[in-house]
């Protein structure tokens, strides 16, 4: 009986049943997804950009607050959003795309255990001066990094960023390996981002708390905020 | 009456015969003009009223101009023009400090740019390298590696007034406003 009602709800006019609600404004790029998935659609149609809160984004800029003059690395690729938002704040940019870089410096992922790549990625992409940066958003990027990248890449992060300053890092919380979107991040203000999808790529490790507390086991404290997205904002404190 | 009202009731000797006409001049066949299958492209904006260094010349070496400059081809070195606008086309190939007072890049730069205004980084350029100006703007599209630093152009000061100072060590460059505004563009 229950059934029959959701069945009348869904109905379109042409008499035909479909279970496809349509997505709300405010509903997650992952449901958008799942729906776009479920309808047959195209792997390569890209969600339209979403606009949401990060209280990860708000907890990194409330650490930040009342400074200026610091130098901030933004690991999305140079927006005039992010410059603006950063710039208007008074700090100094440093702009890298460690996912675009991904590809420059990787043939694919199984090629990321390669030690002088490895090496030749940190020179490209981390190459800065010990104890040089106040605030890195690393964004998605480190979930499409296998293991020995990874942990190389979160070591240079390490030396480079300064004691006491906060890096935020997005994961998604998946329990198994699967193909994952990768995102444009821009900052609207000081808690609101907007997210538009560039690709879909295969999630370097299955990322959990504990795994993420023994990734930045040398960094002081790790803060993590589940989003209804099933996404991991992560502030780490050097 | 008939002063002001003079009418010519004879109508002006005529020449009895029309003069013949010019023989025809002899027809000239015009040769069609050689039209390119490609549509014709006005210059860009940024390339007119410009000194040009067009897509197949490469120079090595340093290169500075009192006028807006369009580099279409390959430079490595040093580009300067402090005083105006250096355009970077989308053939352009530059591994090269930049110091102007606006940079459009359209094309690929490897180096720093400094200017005294603005940087314009247009979709589908490329430049990795450090960026000192006052203000910038940078299109979707378009890769950027490096730092951005803002410096605020100082005011200028109009009139300059007397000031008792002490006496100063001899300097080589003189303190007029046109140097202080200079100064603001130095490198870090």
Not at chain 1, 194 to 199: M, P, W
Not at chain 2, 23 to 41: D, L, N
Not at chain 2, 66 to 95: A, C, F, M
Not at chain 2, 118 to 147: H, P
Request: glycine share 6%; net charge neutral; charged share 25%.
């Amino acid at each position: 009986m229950l059934s029959e009602r959701l069945r009348s709800l869904f109905r379109r006019d042409n008499g035909t049943v479909s279970y496809e609600p349509k997505p709300a404004a405010s509903q997650s790029t992952a449901a958008m997804r799942a729906v776009a998935a479920a309808s047959g659609k195209n792997r390569n149609q890209r969600a339209a950009p979403v606009t949401r809160q990060s209280r990860g984004l708000e907890q990194f800029f409330y650490n930040l607050r009342d400074i200026v003059g610091l130098s901030i690395l933004d690991c999305a690729g140079a927006n005039q959003d992010n410059i603006d938002f950063l710039i208007n704040l008074g700090h100094k940019v440093y702009s890298q795309d460690l996912v675009r870089n991904l590809d420059d410096c990787f043939q694919d992922i199984s090629e990321q255990t390669n030690p002088g790549r490895i090496e030749y990625f940190l020179k490209q992409n981390l190459d800065y001066p010990p104890e040089s940066i106040d605030g890195a958003l690393l964004w998605d990027s480190l979930q499409f990094m296998s293991a020995p990248l990874l942990n190389a890449v979160v070591e240079r992060l390490f030396e480079v960023m300064k004691p006491q300053s906060y890096l935020l890092a997005f994961f998604t919380a998946t329990e198994k390996m699967t193909d994952v979107p990768s995102h444009s991040f821009r900052i609207a203000d000081n808690k609101t981002i907007v997210l538009a999808e560039r690709d879909v790529r295969p999630a370097g490790q299955v990322f959990n708390n504990r795994s993420l507390e023994k990734l930045f086991g040398k960094f002081e404290s790790v803060k993590f905020f589940l989003t209804r997205e099933s996404l991991r904002e992560v502030i780490v404190r050097r | 009456m008939s002063m002001w009202n003079k009418k010519e009731d004879t109508p002006a000797p005529r020449p009895a015969s029309v003069p013949p006409a010019p023989p025809p001049a002899p027809e000239i066949k015009k040769e069609p003009t050689p039209v390119s299958s490609t549509p014709f492209r006005a210059p860009d904006a940024e390339a007119r009223n410009a000194a040009t260094i067009g897509k197949s010349v490469r120079i090595v070496g340093q290169i500075f101009a009192k006028e807006d400059l369009y580099v279409d081809g390959d430079v490595e070195g040093t580009i300067e023009s402090q005083e105006n606008k250096i355009t970077i086309g989308p053939n352009g190939r530059v591994q090269a400090s930049i110091r102007a007072r606006d940079v459009i890049i359209l094309g690929q730069v490897q180096g720093n740019v400094e200017t005294s205004d603005k940087v314009d980084i247009r979709k589908d350029a490329k430049l990795v390298g450090d960026i000192t100006t006052a203000r910038i703007s940078i299109e979707d599209g378009a890769l950027f590696k490096g730092s951005i630093d803002i410096k605020k152009p100082e005011p200028k000061v109009s009139t300059p007034t007397p000031v008792a100072t002490p006496p100063r060590p001899v300097e080589t460059t003189s303190h007029t406003p046109a140097n202080t505004g200079a100064a603001a563009t130095t490198t870090r």
